[in-house]
């Protein structure tokens, strides 16, 4: 065997933090096995190895995203699937395109040509021939699924980390801490612009409710960069319309909202096209919590006039439906006009 392969066996991976028992043992069993076919020359199975190595991590990460795939599943579909929802990590910043990323579509064509060779070349098939497979170009293989392997596992953490449900609970229900810059991380990981409006509403809300807390970090980079911001790529309408509502109420339904939060609101809106319903159902949504005693955080004239001239500002460039929801709104917030 050559050395190079024998190299291979000397390498460790680096368990992520959201690999259960089962997943991680699943992983180190297969890597065994190669080490096993390396020591006994044998290279069919070294190729097949390789494979389910790739097999076994792509499975988890698609459990991890809420998947089940079964043992029906071809290999092909469940790689490719995991792979592209590693891909869509940041891999240069902010930016999901470039170099880098040619680099990976790379590295995924020939883990698919892996999975032809094993096909071919590799274990798990009854042979009436002895398959013809050069040490090299196992070498090579190897060189291609080991570079894969510690190109997805530290991604993986990031990937679990940025599931909606994951970041909800780390923000209202766990109340982990978020240092500077890590809200901002999480939700380039969660790639909000290609959720569900449904999964960006809750994650805006669960935001928004966190920053209401005092958590002054959630705060800026979840809601002030937002309210600066007029694109609805970066934080998209339902991402917005959840920030809306959750600057006014908090998860178990009391009015929390102050002067601050609702000039706030009025600006996280504005990129907004239609309001109508969001509105109407935040002003709902006040009406019904308790206690709705609004005027005394309000009471003195100058606050007063800054809340009625954002609402005004709003209310001008709105069409009719949405500017009379506006209008319901201020007067719940016992704010009637000057």
Not at 84 to 109: F, Y
Not at 123 to 146: M, Q, Y
Not at 303 to 327: G, K, N, P, Y
Request: proline fraction near 5%.
């Amino acid at each position: 065997m050559t050395r190079m392969l024998l190299k291979y066996r000397e390498v460790d991976f680096e368990r992520p933090r959201h690999f259960d028992d089962s997943n991680w043992e699943g992983l180190l069993l297969e890597q065994q096995r190669f080490d096993r076919a390396v020591l006994a020359e044998d290279l069919g199975d070294v190729v097949g190895s390789l494979k389910t190595m790739i097999e076994s991590i792509s499975k988890t990460v698609l459990e991890l995203g809420g998947e089940s795939p079964n043992n029906n599943t071809k290999f092909p579909v469940v790689f490719q699937s995991a792979h592209a929802k590693l891909l869509d990590q940041s891999i240069e910043g902010h930016n999901l395109e470039g170099p880098s990323r040619n680099v990976l579509e790379q590295t995924r064509k020939m883990i698919l040509s892996l999975d032809e060779i094993r096909n071919q070349s590799g274990s798990g098939h009854g042979r009436t021939f002895s398959p013809d497979i050069k040490p090299d170009t196992v070498e090579v293989l190897s060189a291609i699924a080991f570079s894969w392997i510690h190109w997805a596992l530290p991604r993986i953490d990031n990937f679990a980390e940025g599931r909606p449900d994951v970041l909800i609970r780390d923000l209202i229900v766990i109340n982990n801490t978020f240092t500077r810059g890590r809200l901002v991380n999480r939700l380039l990981d969660a790639n909000l612009d290609k959720l569900e409006p449904k999964q960006q509403r809750e994650i805006g809300l669960a935001v928004a409710r966190r920053g209401m807390q005092g958590t002054f970090v959630v705060w800026e980079d979840g809601v002030e960069d937002c309210a600066r911001s007029d694109s609805i790529k970066d934080w998209p309408v339902g991402y917005r319309e959840g920030v809306f509502q959750g600057l006014y109420t908090d998860k178990i339904g009391n009015f929390h909202a102050n002067s601050s939060s609702i000039l706030i609101s009025l600006r996280v809106i504005d990129p907004i096209p239609d309001i109508e319903d969001l509105v109407k159902e935040t002003n709902e949504v006040c009406k019904a919590s308790v206690p709705l005693h609004p005027e005394r955080a309000w009471d003195d004239l100058v606050t007063r006039q800054r809340l009625d001239a954002a609402f005004q500002q709003q209310i001008e460039h709105r069409s009719a439906e949405d500017a009379e929801q506006l209008w319901q709104l201020k007067a719940t917030l016992g704010l009637p006009p000057f």
